[in-house]
């Protein structure tokens, strides 16, 4: 069975940079895009990026361009995104998810990680 | 780059039928996935590849696409069934790039 288990919470100060962890578990991971979600409070999902299946290839929500960097380490099956230049508007519970696809006309999120905190506080 | 449009909130009456749509354009190229997501708590997929559920979703749950629109609809709904659902699509109009709608809070009258 698919898992994919998350770091801890952050708390950080702004301009600070925080890096988040996702462990895969029950499935090939270098067999699959991972993609990673974010939710300020209240909010709504935000897509932020993917990464292809051996870590070359990073595709990043534009908006996010410049301060987040996604990697992954085929070794451990650990799945890493790190973004700098923290501000308070990055408050968020952040989420990993497996990409799954079907003949270029579907993809999908499952399974999620179970969240990550990173609050940005002085 | 495109986007994804659901209503922000509606109510269902305990055992009635509620449909939560999902417009966009890159809807008439790809289909949508559906996410279920309870306070506190991370999504979960309940609608994949038009009209697919993953094992342990209820066969209530049901999806559909019709032109720029996605569709999940939910027979007979439950009082478990009051969450934010949120429709998922990849983007016609920039290459790599996924997209979320604005989410649908469901309350179960």
């Known amino acids: 069975q698919a898992h994919l288990v998350q770091s801890g919470a952050e708390l950080k100060t702004p301009g600070a940079s925080v890096k988040i962890s996702c462990k895969a578990s029950?499935?090939?991971?270098?067999?699959?895009?991972m993609h990673w979600v974010r939710q300020a409070p209240g909010q709504g999902l935000e897509w932020m990026g993917v990464?292809?299946?051996?870590?070359?290839?990073?595709y990043y929500e534009q908006k996010f361009q410049g301060r987040v960097t996604m990697t992954r380490d085929t070794s451990t099956s650990t799945l890493y995104m790190e973004l700098s230049s923290l501000r308070f508007e990055d408050t968020a519970v952040y989420y990993c998810?497996?990409?799954?696809?079907?003949?270029?006309?579907?993809?999908?999120?499952?399974?999620w990680g179970q969240g990550t905190l990173v609050t940005v506080s002085s | 780059s495109s986007e994804l449009t659901q209503d922000p909130a509606l109510s269902v009456a305990l055992g009635q039928t509620v449909r939560i749509t999902c417009q966009g354009d890159?809807?008439?190229?790809?289909?949508a996935s559906w996410y279920q997501q309870k306070p506190g708590q991370a999504p979960i997929l309940v609608i994949y590849?038009?009209?697919n559920r993953p094992s342990g979703i209820p066969d209530r749950f049901s999806g559909s696409n019709s032109g720029n629109t996605a569709s999940l609809t939910i027979t007979g709904a439950q009082a478990e069934d009051e969450a934010d659902y949120y429709c998922?699509?990849?983007?016609?109009?920039?290459?790599?790039?996924?997209?979320f709608g604005g989410g649908t809070k469901l309350t179960v009258l």
């Open positions: 990464i292809n299946p051996v870590g070359n290839s990073r």
């Open positions: 890159s809807l008439r190229r790809y289909y």
């Open positions: 029950g499935f090939s991971f270098s067999s699959h895009y």
């Open positions: 590849n038009k009209n």
């Open positions: 998922n699509c990849r983007d016609t109009g920039s290459a790599n790039r996924w997209i």
């Open positions: 998810a497996r990409d799954v696809s079907s003949r270029d006309l579907a993809w999908w999120f499952d399974p």
